[in-house]
């Protein structure tokens, strides 16, 4: 059972390192990680010390982070491509869940996709949601209407 357990926090390091950058794996999922599995054996949800950090969407297993897992992210300065800085009009709303429009969007990587995971944070690096990105880092930063960021969890949701 050990060796399934050690093989699964691989895969999900790897995920991690794909889906982030280099060196995320380990620091997101560190050896004391507990890792809940599906019915079918595949990982679902992935607990640091007692706190859900991420989940495995099954859709296309990539990662979705938890307010705690983007905490972990944001502390390491690793993660630049995802995340995204607001403005402070947005801030509000954003914390209690709402979803981000593109021209409160301050600050995005060009790297960042469409689709993929996103860190919203204000000014001063202060996390507010987590959220999936509806558009890539160059059109929410070019765009001055239109949905930029599905909001998952906000710090105050």
């Not at 905490?71 to 995802?82: D, G, P």
């Not at 709303?93 to 990587?109: D, L, T």
Request: net charge positive; glycine share 8%.
């Amino acid at each position: 059972m050990v060796i399934l357990l050690n093989a699964i926090l691989s895969q999900i390091r790897r995920i991690a390192d794909y889906q982030f950058g280099l060196g995320v794996g380990k620091i997101l999922f560190p050896d004391n990680v507990k890792i809940e599995l599906s019915k079918q054996g595949r990982p679902r949800r992935i607990y640091l010390n007692n706190k859900l950090i991420a989940t495995i969407r099954a859709r296309d297993g990539y990662i979705a982070l938890t307010l705690d897992g983007a905490r972990i992210l944001l502390q390491s300065n690793l993660v630049e491509k995802n995340i995204v800085t607001i403005s402070e009009d947005a801030v509000p709303f954003v914390k209690n869940g709402r979803n981000v429009f593109a021209k409160f969007v301050e600050h995005a990587s060009g790297e960042l996709k469409a689709g993929e995971e996103v860190i919203i944070v204000n000014k001063r690096k202060e996390l507010i949601a987590v959220g999936r990105a509806i558009l890539n880092g160059e059109e929410m930063l070019s765009l001055k209407s239109g949905l930029a960021i599905k909001i998952r969890r906000g710090v105050e949701d």
